[in-house]
């Protein structure tokens, strides 16, 4: 799995040569090991037993109980070795210093969802989905902005890391940004800036 290296707390890891290790126990029975190399995240789960790798594991269509608890409790573990990031908040702080404008809640069933709004429209876009939405392999939350880009910029930023082909938006006008991949909000207020000049 592609990641941003920066976004994980590398001092939780153990460095041998050019990558970093991480191994923790999922129950009495299974164990992961974590690997970051260069700009991959590889996880590997073992059984304690035979310490040979549990294959089901990695099935993308094994929805069984226990698969289901070691994919959980792998996302647990992914999330606990990422650092700390206040990432939507400062987007929020930056959007109000620069513009004057706080978010607003559409969506009635949904209060974590909001939207900056210039002139009654959108300029952006913020929610919390499932991963497999964009089609990343593992499957967890993350958090997302659509903004609007000029449509020769979009083709050219879709690394599918970063930036996505926009979710549930018109894809020739929007982009999606996964800001679990993004290190700080100064990566991404360039592109907040023509969003909101081009709405």
């Not at 299974?30 to 035979?50: G, M, Q, S």
């Not at 573990?77 to 607003?104: C, F, G, T």
């Not at 979009?154 to 082909?165: K, T, Y």
Request: aromatic share 14%; glycine share 2%.
């Amino acid at each position: 799995m592609k990641i941003n290296i920066k976004n994980y707390d590398l001092e939780k890891f153990v460095k041998k040569d050019n990558s970093y290790y991480y191994r923790e126990d999922l129950n009495d029975s299974f164990y992961c090991e974590i690997i970051i190399k260069d700009d991959t995240l590889d996880i590997k789960v073992y059984d304690k037993n035979t310490s040979e790798e549990y294959i089901p594991f990695n099935i993308k269509s094994n929805h069984g109980a226990l698969c289901s608890f070691l994919h959980e409790s792998v996302d647990k573990i992914i999330d606990m070795l990422k650092k700390e990031s206040n990432i939507v908040d400062d987007l929020v702080r930056y959007i109000e210093n620069k513009y004057s404008i706080k978010p607003q809640y559409p969506f009635p069933n949904d209060s974590n969802s909001f939207t900056l709004n210039k002139n009654k429209k959108w300029f952006l876009l913020y929610m919390n989905i499932s991963s497999k939405k964009l089609g990343i392999n593992d499957i967890r939350d993350i958090d997302i902005v659509n903004i609007k880009l000029p449509t020769e910029l979009i083709s050219e930023l879709i690394d599918n890391v970063v930036f996505f082909r926009a979710y549930h938006m018109n894809k020739k006008y929007w982009i999606t940004i996964n800001l679990d991949n993004v290190s700080s909000i100064e990566e991404i207020v360039d592109y907040i800036d023509m969003s909101f000049n081009l709405v």
